[in-house]
Every structure is written in C-alpha cells, then in structure tokens.
Nanobody
C-alpha cells in the first residue's frame, strides 16, 4: 500500500501561483510514477502532469508552459508548481502514484480555486 497526503491548495487570483505538495509513504519502492490529476465540477478527472522514477515528465496540453512537476526523492515528495493560473484551472487536484502491477493510489485531494 502507498499513502499519499496532499497540501498547498487554496484560493488565488487569476495570474497567480500556487505550489502543491504530495508526500508518499508506505511501499515507496514499488512506485514507478507519480502525478497530479484534477477534477472540476461536472467534469471527469483528467491528467495534469506525471513524473516517472527516472524523472521523465508529461503534461496536459492545457498546462504546458504554466505548470511544473518535480520531485524530491529524499523526502518522497512530489510537487506541482502552478503559475499563470486561470479560472478554468479551478478544480480538486489529486495526487496519484502508480506501482509496477500497475495499481493506482490516490490522495484525498486539495481544492484549487482561481478567481477572475
């Protein structure tokens, strides 16, 4: 099992920035990739960004150039830096980890609200 705890969401004006953190614990050695997804009201959960254990990153087109995913392996923590935020970025952001099976684990989610 892998446990994920997110933090860093909040309310920000359009054009502002936030940093989300996701701390992983448990069977860390089984993780092959971690990432962030988001779900806006009335919409399906969508991929935002992922990072593999070797550092390869992947971004949704809608966030490329604005969001940056990174990790601190020593702290078992993944970060998502959100810059140039837009109202359409408003959503609950979920941390995800995937193991070798593959099996997905999810955090509880953190709310990001961008006001216009």
């Amino acid at each position: 099992q892998v446990q994920l705890v997110e933090s860093g969401g909040g309310l920000v004006q359009a054009g502002g920035s936030l940093r989300l953190s996701c701390a992983a614990s448990g069977r860390i050695g089984s993780i092959t990739a971690m990432g962030w997804y988001r779900q806006a009201p009335g919409k399906q959960r969508e991929l935002v960004a992922t990072i593999s254990v070797i550092g390869d990153t992947n971004y949704a087109d809608s966030v490329k150039g604005r969001f940056t995913i990174s990790r601190d392996s020593a702290k078992n923590t993944v970060y998502l830096r959100l810059n140039s935020l837009k109202p359409e970025d408003t959503a609950v952001y979920y941390c995800n980890s995937r193991d070798f099976l593959p099996r997905d684990y999810w955090g509880q989610g953190t709310q990001v609200t961008v006001s216009s």
